[in-house]
Protein backbone atom coordinates (compact mmCIF):
# COMPACT_ATOMS: atom_id res chain seq x y z
CA UNK A 1 0.00 0.00 0.00
CA UNK A 2 1.00 3.82 -0.89
CA UNK A 3 1.13 6.10 2.14
CA UNK A 4 1.01 9.90 1.56
CA UNK A 5 0.93 13.12 3.26
CA UNK A 6 -1.00 15.86 1.91
CA UNK A 7 -0.55 19.34 3.55
CA UNK A 8 -4.02 21.74 2.87
CA UNK A 9 -4.55 25.25 2.57
CA UNK A 10 -8.38 26.07 2.23
CA UNK A 11 -9.53 28.56 -0.62
CA UNK A 12 -11.63 31.98 0.09
CA UNK A 13 -14.67 29.49 -0.37
CA UNK A 14 -13.14 26.68 2.28
CA UNK A 15 -12.25 29.79 4.57
CA UNK A 16 -15.30 31.81 4.42
CA UNK A 17 -17.29 28.10 5.68
CA UNK A 18 -14.15 26.58 8.39
CA UNK A 19 -17.07 25.98 10.70
CA UNK A 20 -18.13 23.20 8.67
CA UNK A 21 -14.46 21.86 8.03
CA UNK A 22 -15.21 18.76 10.21
CA UNK A 23 -18.31 17.85 8.55
CA UNK A 24 -16.54 18.08 5.44
CA UNK A 25 -14.04 15.98 6.36
CA UNK A 26 -16.68 13.35 6.73
CA UNK A 27 -18.29 13.96 3.56
CA UNK A 28 -14.85 13.54 2.23
CA UNK A 29 -14.92 9.89 3.34
CA UNK A 30 -17.40 9.11 0.48
CA UNK A 31 -14.87 8.55 -2.00
CA UNK A 32 -12.68 5.97 0.05
CA UNK A 33 -14.54 2.86 -1.24
CA UNK A 34 -14.86 4.01 -4.83
CA UNK A 35 -11.08 4.97 -4.83
CA UNK A 36 -9.94 2.10 -2.32
CA UNK A 37 -7.92 5.32 -0.56
CA UNK A 38 -8.38 6.00 2.71
CA UNK A 39 -7.93 8.60 5.42
CA UNK A 40 -5.27 7.35 8.25
CA UNK A 41 -5.93 10.31 9.87
CA UNK A 42 -7.00 14.03 9.44
CA UNK A 43 -5.22 16.44 11.48
CA UNK A 44 -6.24 20.72 11.91
CA UNK A 45 -3.32 22.85 11.88
CA UNK A 46 -5.60 26.10 11.70
CA UNK A 47 -2.25 28.53 13.17
CA UNK A 48 0.57 26.65 10.82
CA UNK A 49 1.72 27.09 7.49
CA UNK A 50 -1.13 24.97 6.36
CA UNK A 51 -4.83 24.37 7.84
CA UNK A 52 -4.99 20.80 7.38
CA UNK A 53 -2.76 17.58 6.73
CA UNK A 54 -3.94 14.05 5.42
CA UNK A 55 -2.23 10.72 5.95
CA UNK A 56 -3.38 9.03 3.67
CA UNK A 57 -3.02 4.88 2.20
CA UNK A 58 -3.95 3.53 -1.27
CA UNK A 59 -3.14 0.80 -3.45
CA UNK A 60 -0.78 3.15 -5.48
CA UNK A 61 0.18 6.66 -5.96
CA UNK A 62 -2.01 6.85 -9.03
CA UNK A 63 -5.25 6.20 -6.73
CA UNK A 64 -4.14 8.34 -4.07
CA UNK A 65 -3.68 11.44 -6.97
CA UNK A 66 -7.31 10.86 -8.58
CA UNK A 67 -9.13 10.78 -4.87
CA UNK A 68 -7.00 14.21 -3.84
CA UNK A 69 -8.11 15.42 -7.69
CA UNK A 70 -11.72 14.82 -6.29
CA UNK A 71 -11.02 16.53 -3.09
CA UNK A 72 -9.96 19.24 -4.94
CA UNK A 73 -12.84 19.89 -7.12
CA UNK A 74 -15.20 20.39 -4.48
CA UNK A 75 -13.77 23.90 -3.81
CA UNK A 76 -13.11 24.18 -0.39
CA UNK A 77 -9.08 23.41 -0.50
CA UNK A 78 -5.93 23.03 -2.53
CA UNK A 79 -3.27 20.80 -1.70
CA UNK A 80 0.25 19.35 -2.57
CA UNK A 81 0.92 15.95 -1.44
CA UNK A 82 3.65 13.74 -1.21
CA UNK A 83 4.47 10.31 -1.33
CA UNK A 84 5.43 9.30 2.36
CA UNK A 85 7.78 5.89 3.55
CA UNK A 86 7.59 3.96 6.40
CA UNK A 87 10.67 2.44 8.38
CA UNK A 88 10.65 -0.69 6.32
CA UNK A 89 9.63 1.18 2.85
CA UNK A 90 12.79 3.70 3.50
CA UNK A 91 15.04 0.39 4.45
CA UNK A 92 14.10 -0.88 0.89
CA UNK A 93 14.98 2.79 -0.94
CA UNK A 94 18.05 2.70 1.09
CA UNK A 95 18.77 -0.48 -0.01
CA UNK A 96 18.11 0.17 -3.84
CA UNK A 97 20.53 3.38 -3.55
CA UNK A 98 23.57 1.74 -2.10
Known sequence: MALAIALIKWTDQGRRTFWDTVNRAAEARRFEDDLAVTFKDIIWTPSGPYDVVFILE?????????????????????????????????????????
Open 58 to 98: GPDNEHIAAFMLLQQSLGNLNAIWMPGYRAEDMASVINIAQ
